[in-house]
Nanobody, 126 residues
Framework: QVRMVESGGGPLQAGDSARLSCVAIGRSASNHAIGWFRQAPGKEREFVAAISWNGDTTRYGDSMKGRFTISRHNAENTVYLDVDSPKPEDTAVYYC???????????????????WGQGTQVTVSS
């Protein structure tokens, strides 16, 4: 069993930088891709970014490119999501998730992930 725990959310001003962290607790996540998703009130869950099991491949949602950076530190079982110049429309609960299959490059579909964190709220004001 593995538990995914997000941190780093909170209130932000537009233009600030922020780092969200996701730690896998209970077992090593080094052989699995990890993804970040977000959900704003009244909207469907949206893919943000994913990183392959070895960190060689990253993938971003279309509206995230250039502003979000995903990285991982396998020795610490941690994946990071850096947000550069957030906008009010980035306000959402951000979730990280562990891919169900090992050794993948990181999928955009939520169904490819079977362990999800509880989420961390990010609120961006203008």
């Amino acid at each position: 069993q593995v538990r995914m725990v997000e941190s780093g959310g909170g209130p932000l001003q537009a233009g600030d930088s922020a780092r969200l962290s996701c730690v896998a607790i209970g077992r090593s996540a080094s052989n699995h891709a990890i993804g970040w998703f977000r959900q704003a009130p009244g909207k469907e869950r949206e893919f943000v970014a994913a990183i392959s099991w070895n960190g060689d491949t990253t993938r971003y949602g279309d509206s995230m490119k250039g502003r979000f950076t995903i990285s991982r530190h396998n020795a610490e079982n941690t994946v990071y999501l850096d947000v550069d110049s957030p906008k009010p429309e980035d306000t959402a609960v951000y979730y990280c998730a562990l891919a169900s299959a090992a050794y993948t490059s990181g999928e955009m579909e939520p169904g490819a992930y079977n362990y999800w964190g509880q989420g961390t709220q990010v609120t961006v004001s203008s």
